[in-house]
């Protein structure tokens, strides 16, 4: 069972860090856990450029400096906007002159169990955080993360229960099965309904210059879902309600339509261990899911 005693939720006084706060506060009153609310204090005025892509660069919009007695009774009023009774929060002040790497060094020195981060910031990236702190979290850190897009719905409304719907993406790698591991997690927890997930990619990104060879697509599923079914023991079953799902076609697009199908309140995914100075993210389902997700999207690290 996933023990989460400390949630550190970075927070930059947008509102998207008001959504990712309160998911933070809606997990941490299910868990009985205590929340950091963290804001990161640049030393000097902070530029914030678009996400570019190729040559193309938007124009950097260059954020005023808050020194640390502004900063303190900001997040200390953010904070009570948001208080939940029952729910124990703790606030922090930091400065670093690169945001993200001071978000990682306090999750660390809290030993947090999770990070809760928004997609955006107060920069406003309208192609999403492809260089952003968010990011950047992702990619160098290895404690779980979860991040929160614009369009997910307040967690705190929905109830005592935070998730009650969780979809977890299976490749069956190692990776994805420590995600699978942290999903039936959260779904006794929260007694919710879990979607295994497995996409068969019939379609390589390199078809004309390597067919695929030919398979027998129908055995395919049905092997596939037999692994489904053979990975959740029968306790989990017993709990909570548990489905499994094989989907042919491209492995991002399917998981959030499915995702948003089901109306589900968490994605769960796994991400494989940093190499090529971690390059591999880019371009990975991981990444795409997160950038267009409606709801909640929880990584968890091999």
Excluded at 111 to 125: E, K, P, Q
Excluded at 295 to 302: P, Q
Aim: aromatic share 6%; net charge negative; hydrophobic share 45%.
């Amino acid at each position: 069972m996933i023990e989460l005693q400390r949630i550190l939720c970075a927070v930059d006084f947008s509102e998207f860090s008001r959504r990712a706060l309160d998911h933070a506060l809606s997990v941490a009153r299910s868990y009985g856990s205590t929340v950091t609310a963290l804001h990161v204090v640049a030393p000097a005025p902070a530029a914030a450029a678009g996400a570019c892509f190729g040559s193309e660069m938007a124009p950097p919009l260059m954020l005023p400096k808050m020194d640390f007695a502004t900063a303190t009774r900001e997040l200390e009023q953010f904070v009570v906007r948001e208080q939940v009774p029952g729910v124990k929060v703790e606030t922090l002040v930091a400065e670093g002159s690169e945001v993200y790497r001071e978000i990682l060094a306090q999750a660390d020195h809290l030993d947090a169990s999770l990070m809760v981060i928004g997609t955006h910031g107060r920069a406003g990236f309208e192609r999403l955080f492809l260089g952003s702190t968010a990011e950047k979290v992702l990619r160098k850190g290895r404690r779980p993360v979860m991040t929160v897009p614009p369009k997910a719905p307040d967690a705190m409304a929905s109830g005592p229960v935070p998730f009650a719907r969780i979809v977890c993406g299976v490749d069956f790698s190692k990776s994805s099965q420590v995600a699978l591991d942290g999903a039936m997690s959260l779904a006794q927890k929260n007694k919710a309904a879990l979607a295994l997930v497995h996409i068969v990619e019939t379609h390589p990104l390199y078809a004309d210059f390597a067919p695929p060879a030919a398979i027998d697509l129908h055995a395919w599923i049905e092997q596939a879902t037999s692994r489904l079914h053979a990975m959740v023991p029968d306790p989990v079953r017993a709990t909570c309600s548990v489905a499994e799902l094989v989907r042919e076609g491209t492995p991002y697009r399917e998981i959030l339509g499915f995702a948003q199908e089901a109306a589900a309140d968490l994605i769960v995914l796994g991400v494989r261990g940093r190499r090529a100075a971690d390059l591999l993210f880019f371009g990975s389902t991981t990444h795409h899911v997160i950038r267009e997700a409606q709801c909640a999207v929880l990584t968890l690290h091999d």
